[in-house]
């Protein structure tokens, strides 16, 4: 229950937050605009209304998990709530969780409002609906929490500045971690192909939730593609979270 009355006021937080709002506003109008510009280009309008669609999900779902999960831990601590919070019969992991939760709700709500406006866009356009888009609309929400979990990993024991730097290196990294074992075989030295396979398998691939292209070209989905993403995305943000419980264990909010 206290885990729950704590995702619920950090989810109310979220919501009344402006920054949240006008992410949200320019992520609808960038969408929107997909259509008119889908109207230039004669026999690819379906195809840009879905991949600028999906692309924009992608991105200012991005935005608001940083910019809303570097001030998880900072905001209390600034406010100074933390110090009446944490020594309440809160424990310390029901209390990341319960910010986490969240987060994560207002990701889904956010993510939720956006995916549903491509799909019904892409119908519109389309004469017909493409139900994997909400498939590959999900998958980059899964991608998502996974960035969510890192940012409150950092924010357990940095600056919301510093948190949302190195967020944003492993959310770049992550997207470019399919490119990286590539990468690392055309280089001779071995010290430094063995350094990019550690980086490769340390930070998260988020290359395995980048389904959006297959749904723009009309490729089917292989469910066991689909259920290996999950299953990875779900192990690797419990791990995270399991990290940031650690860490905020370990501070003293004396």
Do not use: H
Not at 70 to 90: A, F, G, N, Q
Not at 132 to 139: D, M, P, S, Y
Request: proline share 4%; charged share 15%.
């Amino acid at each position: 229950m206290r885990i729950a009355a704590i995702a619920w006021n950090t989810f109310r937080e979220a919501v009344r937050d402006r920054i949240l709002y006008s992410i949200l506003a320019f992520a609808l109008l960038l969408i929107g605009a997909s259509v008119i510009l889908a109207g230039l280009s004669i026999g690819q309008e379906s195809r840009i209304v879905k991949d600028l669609g999906l692309a924009s999900t992608t991105l200012f779902g991005t935005f608001i998990a940083i910019f809303l999960g570097i001030t998880l831990v900072s905001k209390e601590i600034e406010r100074r709530t933390i110090y009446v919070i944490i020594p309440k019969p809160i424990s310390r992991p029901g209390f990341l969780i319960g910010k986490y939760c969240g987060l994560v709700l207002t990701l889904m709500v956010t993510v939720g409002v956006m995916g549903l406006m491509v799909f019904l866009l892409s119908g519109l356009v389309d004469g017909v609906l493409t139900p994997t888009l909400l498939i590959a609309a999900g998958l980059d929400f899964v991608a998502l929490m996974i960035i969510t979990a890192v940012a409150l990993l950092f924010s357990t024991f940095s600056t919301p500045t510093l948190s949302a730097i190195l967020t944003v290196a492993v959310f770049v990294i992550g997207r470019l971690s399919g490119d990286l074992t590539v990468f690392a075989e055309q280089f001779a030295d071995p010290i430094l192909r063995r350094l990019i396979w550690v980086m490769y398998l340390t930070l998260p691939d988020l290359g395995r939730f980048q389904f959006g292209s297959r749904v723009v070209q009309g490729l089917p989905l292989v469910p066991a593609d689909i259920g290996m993403a999950v299953a990875y995305g779900l192990a690797y943000m419990s791990f995270l979270l399991l990290l940031a419980i650690t860490i905020f264990q370990r501070r003293d909010f004396k």
